[in-house]
C-alpha cells in the first residue's frame, strides 16, 4: 500500500471541494445541502475555521481523501475534539479511512484534547460505524430517525466518542 | 399564577443579553464563554438567525427567563428542531420552564418538525434534565465528561429527543 497523508494547502482546495460537492450531492452521509455549502463556507470548514487541522491522503500520489480536526465546541466543551473524513470514491477498500483515523487520533492527543467525538455518523453507513469502532470509539447516543437519506429515507444517526 | 410569554421583540435583547451573560459567568449550563457571546452574536443566537423564533416570559410583568426555537441542523437533518432556555434566577420555580417547554413544544408542531433535540444538557442540572423528561423527552446519548462546569468539573452531558 502507498497510502500516505500529509498537511492540506489551499492548493488542495479544489479537489477537497469537488470531492465535498460529490459527497454532499449523493445525501448519504452529511446533512448539509451542496448549496448551502459554498466554496467560501467549504473552505472554511475544511481549512481556515479557527483551530482546523487538515490533512489530505495520496493514494499513488493520488488525491484519496480529506480529514479534519477541530474543537466540538468552544468554552467550557473545548476539551473535545471533532473530526471530518472523506475516503474518495475511487480510493475506497484501500486502507485510506483507516489511515485517516489513526491519523487524527494521534493529532488529537498531540493537541492535547480530552477525548474525540463524532455528531452525525449515518447509521446506515456500516463502514465507517465498524470502521471507528474498530478504532476504539463507542456509540454514545442514537438520534432516532435523524438523517434524511437520499435513498432510504428517515434513518438513525449515531454520535460515537472515544477517549485519548 | 401570572405567568405569559409572548413573542420576542428586538426591544427585549438588553434584558436576554444580560440574562445570557450571567449564566455564561456562572459556568453550569452553556458551553459558550462569556467573551465570545458579544453582543451581536449573542442578537443573532436568540433573535435574528434563520427560521429563529424568540419568546420572552414574563411574570407579573417582568422578563422572567427567554427560549429560542430553531433548526438543529439544514439540510437532510433540517426536520429535527433544536431549543434554548434560561429562567431568570429570580423567578424559579415558577412553572416557568415548564410554561416555556410546552410553548415550544407547541410550536414546533405549528412550524411541522418531526423532533426536537436539546444537544446539550448538563446531567448536573437535574431540575432540566427532570422537567424535560415529564414533558416527554428521552435520554438519547450521554457525552462523557463533555462539559467543564464551573465547580463540579468534567461531567457528563445529556442529549435529549421527543418526536412531535
Not at 20 to 27: I, R, V
Amino acid at each position: 500500500m502507498t497510502v500516505t497523508i500529509r498537511t492540506a494547502t489551499s492548493g488542495d482546495f479544489p479537489a477537497i471541494y469537488t470531492l465535498f460537492q460529490q459527497t454532499l450531492h449523493e445525501g448519504s452521509t452529511y446533512s448539509y445541502t451542496p448549496e448551502e455549502m459554498t466554496r467560501a463556507r467549504s473552505r472554511r470548514y475544511w481549512l481556515t475555521a479557527p483551530e482546523t487541522h487538515c490533512f489530505v491522503m495520496l493514494d499513488n500520489g493520488q488525491f484519496a481523501g480529506v480529514c479534519a480536526i477541530r474543537p466540538n465546541r468552544t468554552g467550557r466543551a473545548r476539551h473535545v475534539a471533532n473530526a471530518s473524513f472523506i475516503v474518495h470514491p475511487e480510493h475506497r477498500g484501500r486502507g485510506v479511512g483507516r489511515a485517516m483515523g489513526l491519523h487524527v487520533l494521534e493529532k488529537a492527543k498531540q493537541l492535547s484534547y480530552a477525548a474525540i467525538q463524532f455528531n452525525f455518523v449515518v447509521s446506515a453507513n456500516g463502514a465507517a460505524v465498524r470502521l471507528w469502532q474498530s478504532l476504539g470509539f463507542e456509540i454514545v447516543g442514537t438520534l432516532p430517525k435523524g438523517f434524511d437519506h437520499a435513498t432510504l429515507g428517515r434513518v438513525d444517526v449515531y454520535i460515537m466518542h472515544r477517549f485519548l
